[in-house]
T-cell receptor, first 111, second 110 residues
Framework: GIQVEQSPPDLILQEGANSTLRCNFSDSVNNLQWFHQNPWGQLINLFYIPSGTKQNGRLSATTVATERYSLLYISSSQTTDSGVYFCAVTYSGAGSYQLTFGKGTKLSVIP | DAGITQSPRYKITETGRQVTLMCHQTWSHSYMFWYRQDLGHGLRLIYYSAAADITDKGEVPDGYVVSRSKTENFPLTLESATRSQTSVYFC?????????FGSGTQLSVL
């Protein structure tokens, strides 16, 4: 099956700093989503981004499907950004609704 | 309120007991999913449903049963709970490829 690798596994930031999270995938994907799991365990859909660039406030994401990676940018980080960020993909080799998750990047933003 | 809701939020049960986790969505999404989240494994798909009365196995279906008699509900049943089923369970729904998750059910099997 497809491999989804996220880096870095852990990240500690001072409040106000910027960061870039990376997601590499080993095969062509149909779709890609970024999720934020907050400290209370809730999974929040950030972006649905199979290709191109999207922005939502301080967050933006870029997927370069031909090079098999996606980036999530967090600018001016806040303590509420803490949690785990997951990248998840669907790909042709599995059922079209089989969403495969990476292991996540754990972000801690300290005041 | 519109959205996807799971119940209960927390559940403690004993090995061998039957337990049902509930999932309800108000968007009339065609697709619904059940995942479990465990340390070291991330989120894994248990079952999914493409429409009412249509269900299919995911990556880790053993020990679980699902049904979908109505579009808005997708209950997950553990017919005889085992300790290895202690986990956090997430329900999700989708119309198209994007997926929205419920708040999760934390299940402990003693």
């Amino acid at each position: 099956g497809i491999q989804v690798e996220q880096s870095p596994p852990d990240l500690i930031l001072q409040e106000g700093a910027n960061s870039t999270l990376r997601c590499n995938f080993s095969d062509s994907v149909n779709n890609l989503q970024w999720f934020h799991q907050n400290p209370w365990g809730q999974l929040i859909n950030l972006f649905y981004i199979p290709s191109g660039t999207k922005q939502n406030g301080r967050l933006s994401a870029t997927t370069v499907a031909t090079e098999r990676y996606s980036l999530l940018y967090i600018s001016s980080s806040q303590t509420t950004d803490s949690g785990v960020y997951f990248c998840a993909v669907t790909y042709s080799g599995a059922g079209s609704y089989q969403l495969t998750f990476g292991k996540g990047t754990k972000l801690s933003v300290i005041p | 309120d519109a959205g996807i809701t799971q119940s209960p939020r927390y559940k403690i049960t004993e090995t061998g007991r039957q337990v049902t986790l509930m999932c309800h969505q108000t968007w009339s999404h065609s697709y619904m999913f059940w995942y479990r989240q465990d340390l070291g494994h991330g989120l894994r798909l248990i079952y999914y449903s493409a429409a009412a009365d249509i269900t299919d196995k995911g990556e880790v279906p053993d020990g679980y049963v699902v049904s979908r008699s109505k579009t808005e509900n997708f209950p997950l049943t553990l017919e005889s709970a085992t300790r290895s089923q202690t986990s956090v369970y997430f329900c999700a729904s989708s119309e198209g490829q994007g997926r929205t998750f419920g708040s999760g059910t934390q299940l402990s099997v003693l």
